[in-house]
């Protein structure tokens, strides 16, 4: 029996045909690169969450690097109070060896020293910022930077300045 077709079916039967290539071009396509698509367009339904997830990560990153940051003032933080927990460490020591020798030769240049040591310590700086100054990150904390500045200061002075707010991260 013979079949007897119209342009209209062979036509639409040479359409399906070259869409089932297309489609089987990309999947090909899809296979070899890994990505399902090159635009949001291409993950239909999907873009919603790919775009949600992306803005996650972004966040997280931020995160991350917030976190790097805060890592690394803390660490700046824990070698400046080192120094200064090791300056007042030594004038102790100092102190009580020329008690015990009976003899104070060398101790205040010592303890002017060890003191210049603490301050140092207090007006220490991370990345251009003051750790110790609170909000307040523009001006050293500690002004006087010998013991003839100390015993000539007032009992009312603040000789440590530091400001509201303080720094914090989430």
Do not use: C, W
């Not at 020293?113 to 700086?125: D, I, K």
């Amino acid at each position: 029996m013979d079949r007897v077709t119209t342009y209209s079916a062979y036509s639409s039967v040479l359409a399906n045909l070259m869409q089932a290539q297309s489609r089987q071009v990309d999947a090909q396509n899809q296979l070899s690169t890994g990505k399902r698509a090159d635009d949001s367009r291409g993950f239909g339904g999907d873009s919603e969450a790919l775009t949600a997830a992306r803005t996650l990560k972004t966040r997280v990153e931020g995160y991350l690097a917030g976190a790097k940051s805060l890592e690394n003032r803390l660490d700046a933080q824990a070698l400046a109070l080192m120094q200064i927990g090791d300056a007042a460490q030594e004038a102790r020591n100092a102190v009580a060896n020329a008690v015990a020798n009976g003899r104070a030769d060398g101790l205040m240049a010592a303890l002017e020293s060890l003191f210049g040591q603490a301050v140092q310590g207090l007006n220490s700086q991370h990345n251009g910022v003051y750790l110790f100054a609170g909000g307040k990150t523009d001006a050293r904390p500690v002004s006087v930077t010998s013991l003839d500045g100390l015993a000539a200061a007032p009992a009312s002075a603040h000789l440590f300045e530091d400001d509201d707010p303080r720094p914090s991260h989430r």
